[in-house]
């Protein structure tokens, strides 16, 4: 049982691996923008997790339906934090300066605005017929 749940991870592990070189892959050697190839890595992993979560089921019903839940919900999760990873890794090695002066700007326009913001919702508070 536990050398299933292993290549049940291994499977996402590669997923991930394949996702990750298909972009950068693609970022190097053609012209096409970053929002596609990550709708194509996104679909890769889609796919690959599909295949695992029927191959899953497919071993499990051998077993209990506890065990099949169990591993579709553990695949879910991988897939989601996999997606998360991929996603945030592709952003920060090829728009790291777009997001970072975006982020800088975000914060300039917070410290010089947040005292404004601070002092109107105090303004609607005492206006509010519910407080």
Known sequence: MVLSYITYILFFGAAFFASYKYVTYMMKN???????????????????????????????????????????????????????????TMLYKYRKNEIMSNFEESWKFTKTNSLKVYEGLKKVRKISPFS
Do not use: P, R
């Open 30 to 88: 053609t012209d096409v923008k970053l929002t596609v190839n990550m709708i194509v890595a996104s679909m890769i992993n889609l796919l690959v997790y599909s295949l695992a979560a029927f191959g899953w089921v497919l071993h499990a019903l051998q077993m209990n339906e506890a065990v099949i839940f169990n591993g579709i919900k553990l695949g879910f999760w991988l897939f989601l934090i996999s997606e998360m990873f991929l996603i945030t």
